[in-house]
T-cell receptor, first 111, second 110 residues
Framework: NAGVTQTPKFRVLKTGQSMTLLCAQD?????MYWYRQDPGMGLRLIHYSVGEGTTAKGEVPDGYNVSRLKKQNFLLGLESAAPSQTSVYFC??????????FGDGTRLSIL | GIQVEQSPPDLILQEGANSTLRCNFSDSVNNLQWFHQNPWGQLINLFYIPSGTKQNGRLSATTVATERYSLLYISSSQTTDSGVYFC????????????FGKGTKLSVKP
């Protein structure tokens, strides 16, 4: 039982490049979330999903897109990476609005 | 929007000491959670506590929703308690979109 798995763990991009972060959970959870964490800050919600095929904007959605085509996967896309998107990205999942399981994070640097 | 303030921002303890971390929020909430981020960056859900008191081993939490604050108590601290403790609240809807405080950084010295 892997819980919440994030891929990749580290990535360096150049400004303007695109990439997709993958979050996979094996707990059959309905709710999935993408957060970003900047130095000295708490987490801020980017996008979330309350079930397969649904997505919604969080606190800081600009510059990101998401998809939830399969219940177990939640993808976060950066279409044109900017240095301001340098951050640590966390995915989380839960069976209720109580957020319960986090992935180990993806450290992303945009040069 | 809702404001979540945590205090103190930093705390240094000797192993075995007790501590209290505070979380104040500026509006009514329907979900409050405490998380621990260890020195390796991993986030662990400690408590879901929109009101009342809960205990889990050496940790306990109390939320007084009418006065808009929550407290996290750590007793007999251990070096493994080091890290950052976050309070997070949800005040609208039911989808668990949490607003996090900036955290309390705890260092427990042996």
């Amino acid at each position: 039982n892997a819980g919440v798995t994030q891929t990749p763990k580290f990535r360096v991009l150049k400004t303007g490049q695109s990439m997709t972060l993958l979050c996979a959970q094996d707990m059959n959870h309905e709710y999935m979330y993408w957060y970003r964490q900047d130095p000295g800050m708490g987490l801020r919600l980017i996008h979330y999903s309350v079930g397969e095929g649904t997505t919604a904007k969080g606190e800081v959605p600009d510059g990101y897109n998401v998809s939830r085509l399969k219940k177990q996967n939640f993808l976060l896309g950066l279409e044109s990476a900017a240095p301001s998107q340098t951050s640590v990205y966390f995915c989380a999942s839960s069976y209720s609005p109580e957020v319960s399981n986090f992935g180990d994070g993806t450290r992303l640097s945009i040069l | 929007g809702i404001q979540v303030e945590q205090s103190p921002p930093d705390l240094i303890l000797q192993e075995g000491a007790n501590s209290t971390l505070r979380c104040n929020f500026s509006d009514s909430v329907n979900n409050l959670q405490w998380f621990h981020q260890n020195p390796w960056g991993q986030l662990i859900n400690l408590f879901y506590i929109p009101s009342g008191t809960k205990q889990n081993g050496r940790l306990s939490a109390t939320t007084v929703a009418t006065e808009r604050y929550s407290l996290l108590y750590i007793s007999s601290s251990q070096t493994t308690d080091s890290g950052v403790y976050f309070c997070a609240v949800n005040y609208g809807g039911s989808q668990g979109n949490l607003i996090f405080g900036k955290g309390t950084k705890l260092s427990v010295k042996p």
